[in-house]
C-alpha cells in the first residue's frame, strides 16, 4: 500500500478558516467559525486525501531562531484577534478526537516542522502532500512532495507541483528563496531589495538563477537603478533569503510512525461536534444527536434455507447494492421484512436459490423496494428478472421533495421522522476506511432499513395522496423506473475502433492547431497556462484587455470570444480548447466506460435528481455530448446498432417547451399559431415587430426566437442584451414589446408568481411540485431567481411528465406490436432506438402516433424522427 502523508500548517489553515466565514458562536457563547472552517477542511482532505499518516504542525510562539537573525522578523502583524485566540485549544481537541497527530516546536516555525517531515517522508518512499495558505511552503515542492496553498474561501487550492511552479512563475522550487530574498516578503516583514517585486525578482533568477549570482553578475544586470539596488542592498538580500529558507533539520523528537492515522474517535468527535453545535456536520459523519440515543433493539433471523413464511405474497425487500456498482452487481445481502418477520438473507444464499429467483420473478408477490430501478438492474445482471414492485420508498420521497438529496434510506428516515436508521457510512466507513462488516453487523443494519421503509410506506402514501401526487407516482414514476432499468441493463454498443480512430484525429487537429497558434504568436508556450497565454495575447500582441482577475489577465471563453475578430490566434485558440475538452471527456472519458464484457456503454439514468423532474445520465453523460461543434456531433458516429442489419431510429419532439407555454398560458396568438403549423419564430417577429410574414428578415427571426425560448426560461432583460449582443435598454423594449403580442404569456407569469407566493410551490400538468421558498425572501436577487423558477418549472416539468409519459407508452406499444425493437435512450426531447431494417415502416407510424398522443394539450405536439447506420446518421 502506498504510504501517504498530510501535513498542515495549523496556524495558517486556522487564519484561512477564521477570516473566510463570519463570526459563529454556540449556545454557549464561545466563537465557532475557525474552529468550524478547519473542521471542514480537515474532513475533505481525509475524503480527498486518504493519508495512512497525518500531522498537523503549529507555532510554538513568537520568538523564533530567525529572530537572532533580524530582530523585526514578523513585526508588521497585527495581534491575533481574540475570537480566533479562544478557538485554538477548540481546534486541537478537534484534533484529538480525530486522533491527527499535531506538534509545535520551542523557537521553531510551524513551516520547520514541515520541511523536516516531509523531507524524511520522502527518502522513506512516502508520496507527501502539505497543505497551507503560506506560499513560502511551496520552496518543499519535489516529484514526491505537492503543496496545496489555499486560495479563496475555505477549500479552493492551488497544488503546487514542481511543474505548477515553472508553469506560475518560470522558476524551480528551490529557486522560491531567491525569490524572497530578492523582493522580500510584507507578510513575514522579510525586507528583500527595497523597489524589486516579483516582475523584476523572476527575471533576473531567469537569467542569473540564484541570489548568490544574480549579487555576483551585478555588473551584467541591466538598468544602472536596479545595479544600484542591489549593490547597497546586498547583505540585506542575503538575510532575507536565510529568514524565508524552511529549516528542513530541525531538532524534532517525533517520528513518522507517530504520525500514523487510523481513523476518528466517533465517540469523541460526537461530543465535540454537540458542545460547539455543528449539527450539520454531526449529520454529515452520521452519528447526529437522534442516532445517540439508545437504539431500540430488533430481532431478526439470518436466513439458512427459504420457506414460504419468508417468500411471502407481500413483503418489504431490501438489496445493499454497494455504492454504485449495481452493473457489476456488487450486492452483499437482503432483508425481508413481512407479518410473519423480520429476515437477513446472505447474497450467495439468494443469488444460488432457485426459491428466491422464483419468488422474485412472481409478479403476484408484491414488494415494497428502496430505488427499484438500481435493485432491478442489479438483480438482472445476476440472472434474476424482478417483478412486482408496488411501492418505491425513494421514488415516492423524492416526489414530495424533490430538492432533498436522498443517500440512503436513513436520509428518508430522517427527513419523515421515522424509526431509526444508521447512515451507511456509519457501517462501512468511508473512503479508504470503507468495509463491510460481519454478517451479523449487516445484517441488522439490512433489517434496520428494510423496517424503516416498512413504517415509511404508510406515511408517504398519505401524503402523495394529500398533494393528488398518488397517480404521478403509480402511472408515471415507477413504470418509468423499470424501463429505464431495462435501458441501463441493455446499453448502447460502442465501436471502439471508430473512437479510437476519432481520438487520433483529433490528436492530429491539435498539434496541426498548436503550430499555427505558435506561428501567430511568434513562440511556442503553454497554451493551456491562462498567465503563459495572458501574456502572448495582451502584452505580446497587444490585444485589448477585456477583463483582469486577482492573478492576472483573464483568458476566459467569454472574453476570448469578444476579442475573436482581433486577431487570428484567438480562433484557433478557442478551437484548440474545443478539440481538447472533446478529446479528453468524451474520446478518452468514453473508452474507460466501455463494458468489458458487453463492448456497451451502460449509462446510468438519474430519475430522482432534477427539481423539474427531467432525467438526468451519468457513468457517463450522454445527454450532454456537445453537438454544435461538427467534431462533437461526429463522436454519436461510434454509438451503432448492437445487431447486424439494425439502425437507430431517432425521434424528438419539436418545440415542445413553446406548446406547453401555448397550453399552460392559453395565449391565443401562440395556440392559433401551432394549430395553423406556422413557424412560431417568425410569427412571434411579426407580431412583435408588426410586419407581414414577407418583411421578416433572418436577424428579426433570430431575435424573436432567443425571446421565446428565453420566456421558458424567465429570461431577464439583461440575459437577452447578452444573447443578442443588443443594448439592456433594447432587450427590454424587445421584452415588453413580446409580452403586448402574447398577453395571455404575461397573464400566466404575473399568475403564476402569484400563486406560488400564496402556495409556497408551483406545480406541473402531471401534479409534480417544486417548492420555491425563496419567493418570500427580501434578498431582491432570490427573489428575482424564484420568481424566474416559478414561471419555467411548470413549462419544463410538464415537458420532462410529458416525455416519460410517451416513453412508457411506447414500451406497451412495441409489446402490443410484437416488435424487437429496443428504447435505448432518452435525451432531453429526443428518444433514441435501436431496431431491425424490417420494422423501421412500422416505426414511422407508431412512434409518432405514441409521443403526439402523450398528452393532450389545446395545441398539437409535433414528433420528428429520422434514422441510420449510427446515432449520428440519424439525425
Partial sequence: MT?????????????????????????KGVHTNAIYGFTMILMKILEDEKPSHMLVAFDAGKTTFRHETFQEYKGGRQKTPPELSEQFPFIRELLDAYQVSRYELENYEADDIIGTLSRQAEKDGYEVKVISGDKDLTQLVTDKITVDITKK????????????????????????????????????????????????????????????????????????????????NRDQALMSKKLATIDCEAPIAIGLDEAYYEGYDSKKVTELFKELGFNSLLEKIGTDAAKEEEIEEISFEVVGEFSQEILSDEATLYAEVLEDSYHQADIIGFSIINKQGHYFIPAELALNSAQFKEWAEDETKKKTVYDGKKTTVALRWKGISLKGINFDILIAAYLLNPSATFEDVASVSKAHGVSVVQHDEVVYGKGAKRSIPGDDQVGEHLVRKGLAMSDLKEKLINQLEENDQSALLYDLEMPLSLILAEMEATGVKVDVDRLKTMGKNLTDQLKTLEESIYAHAGEAFNIN?????????FEKLNLPVVKKTKTGYSTSADVLEKLEDKHEIVKDILHYRQLGKLQSTYIEGLLKVVHKDTQKIHTRFNQ????????????????????????????????????????????????????????IA?????????????????????????????????????????????IVYGISDFGLSQNLGITRKEAGEFIKRYLESFVGVQEYMEDIVADARDKGYVKTLLQRRRYIPEITSRNFNLRSFAERTAMNTPIQGS?????????????????????????????????????????????????????????????????????????????
Fill in 153 to 232: 474561501g475555505i477549500t479552493d487550492v492551488d497544488s503546487y507541483t514542481p511543474e505548477f511552479v515553472q508553469e506560475k512563475y518560470g522558476l524551480t522550487p528551490e529557486q522560491i528563496i531567491d525569490m524572497k530574498g530578492l523582493m522580500g516578503d510584507t507578510s513575514d516583514n522579510i525586507p528583500g531589495v527595497p523597489g524589486v517585486g516579483e516582475k523584476t525578482a523572476i527575471k533576473l533568477l531567469t537569467e542569473f538563477t540564484s541570489l548568490e549570482n544574480v549579487l555576483g553578475s551585478i555588473d551584467k544586470v541591466s538598468g544602472k537603478k536596479l545595479k544600484e539596488k542591489l549593490e547597497e
Fill in 666 to 710: 392559453n395565449d391565443k396568438n401562440l395556440v392559433d399559431a401551432f394549430q395553423n403549423d406556422l413557424d412560431i419564430h417568425t410569427k412571434t417577429a411579426m407580431d412583435v415587430f408588426h410586419v407581414s410574414e414577407d418583411q421578416v428578415t433572418s436577424n428579426m427571426r433570430r431575435q424573436a426566437k432567443a425571446v421565446n425560448f428565453g
Fill in 799 to 875: 415537458a420532462a411528465d410529458i416525455i416519460k409519459k410517451a416513453m412508457i407508452d411506447m414500451a406497451e406499444r412495441l409489446k402490443k406490436e410484437n416488435l424487437q425493437t429496443k428504447l435505448l435512450l432518452q435525451v432531453h426531447d429526443e428518444l433514441i432506438f435501436e431496431a431491425p431494417k424490417e420494422e423501421v415502416a412500422i416505426l414511422e407510424k407508431v412512434v409518432p402516433e405514441v409521443m403526439e398522443n402523450a398528452v393532450e394539450l389545446k395545441v398539437p405536439l409535433k414528433v420528428d424522427y429520422s434514422y441510420g447506420n449510427s446515432w449520428y446518421d440519424a439525425k
Fill in 529 to 537: 497556462s491562462p498567465k503563459q497565454l495572458g501574456v502572448i495575447l
Fill in 3 to 27: 504510504k501517504k502523508l498530510v501535513l498542515i500548517d495549523g496556524n495558517s489553515i486556522a487564519y484561512r478558516a477564521f477570516f473566510a466565514l463570519p463570526l459563529l458562536n454556540n449556545d
Fill in 608 to 663: 430522482v435528481l432534477t427539481t423539474t423532474g427531467r432525467l438526468s445520465s451519468i457513468d457517463p453523460n450522454l445527454q450532454n455530448i456537445p453537438i454544435r461543434l461538427e467534431e462533437g456531433k461526429k463522436i454519436r458516429q461510434a454509438f451503432v446498432p448492437s445487431e447486424k442489419d439494425w439502425v437507430i431510429f431517432a425521434a424528438d419532439y419539436s418545440q415542445i417547451e413553446l406548446r406547453v407555454l401555448a397550453h
